[in-house]
């Protein structure tokens, strides 16, 4: 080898050395798939970031919240997971689940803003050790158990800005909903009570825990939000198994979306009394609450009470 390849070789070296380092920092900047435990404890880091964490699950709190603990130095829970599309089946303590969703700190006020959901008290009430201001949160756009299973309702979603989300403006509505393959939106019950005129004569997804079963054409969803009472009556024309469902059981519900018309609903519904609804529960003003006409409803555990699919 000539002095001039020599030295181009010298060139050349440290040229391509800086090259592979270049694309392997690449690679590893872009890899964030951390633990739980990393997460709680470098969580200024991540503030903002998209990261996936695979976990136990520590406590189910509702339909919308769930903690991941690693069994590290931190005592009680290490991330707070909110899922703003809700999620189906079941999750157990201690059971494995892999989170996707962009990080964000633990702030009471902005997070009972975005998402009207939330209940930051009764997390604080379940465990007074941990101090939660402490934790980061993730909003989940993914849950998938050990086997792969999805769980968020109408499958993985993607996010928009959490702050949009949930502010009940209508020129962000679009960004409110999540849509499944079908076109369906799927919502929460107190986010349809509360915007219920948006959604008549449209066909949504609901998952919620029943409030009161009145008979097997009717019951009530009710979600512990800040509105008095349930949050929808559910209708169903085909009738269910009264025995089949209790209150606080979590049912995935799809119907179409009406108002509260006494006389149209008795109308159009022999067996519809609304005497038994309003003395069950005389402090609801049901003609401020939507009428969701079900026909379709799953249990936690998918099975299917009724479906005209």
Not at 162 to 178: E, F
């Amino acid at each position: 080898m000539n002095l001039f390849n020599k030295s181009k070789l010298h060139v050349v070296a440290p040229i391509l050395a800086l090259g592979i380092g270049v694309v392997a920092g690449s690679v590893a900047a872009d890899d964030m798939t951390i633990s739980a435990g990393k997460l709680a404890k470098d969580a200024k880091n991540y503030y903002g970031r998209t990261v996936t964490v695979k976990a136990e699950v520590e406590d189910v709190l509702d339909t919308h919240t769930f903690t991941l603990d690693e069994d590290a130095i931190l005592t009680g829970a290490d991330v707070l997971v909110l899922v703003p599309a809700g999620y189906t089946g079941t999750l157990a303590h201690d059971q494995v689940v892999t989170v996707t969703g962009k990080v964000r700190p633990y702030v009471g006020t902005e997070l009972e803003h975005d998402y009207h959901w939330f209940q930051g008290g009764k997390i604080v009430s379940r465990d007074s050790k941990v101090d939660f201001k402490t934790r980061p949160v993730i909003i989940a756009d993914s849950v998938r158990t050990a086997d792969g299973l999805e769980l968020l309702a109408g499958g993985a979603v993607a996010m928009g800005d959490p702050h949009d989300m949930a502010t009940g403006d209508h020129h962000h509505d679009m960004k409110m909903d999540d849509h499944d393959h079908a076109g369906l939106v799927t919502l929460s019950a107190g986010k349809l009570s509360k915007e219920g005129k948006k959604y008549y004569g449209r066909s949504v997804t609901v998952r919620a825990e029943v409030e009161d079963v009145l008979d097997a054409h009717s019951f009530t969803l009710d979600e512990d939000s800040v509105i008095p009472g349930p949050d929808v009556v559910v209708l169903v024309p085909a009738g269910f198994d009264t025995s089949a469902l209790a209150h606080d059981q979590v049912v995935t519900v799809t119907g179409r979306v009406r108002p509260y018309v006494m006389a149209d609903l008795s109308k159009d519904f022999d067996w519809f009394r609304n005497g038994k609804i309003v003395t069950m529960n005389d402090k609801v003003d049901y003609k401020t609450r939507p009428v969701l006409v079900a026909d379709s409803i799953t249990t936690a555990d998918g099975r299917t009470l009724i479906s005209s699919r």
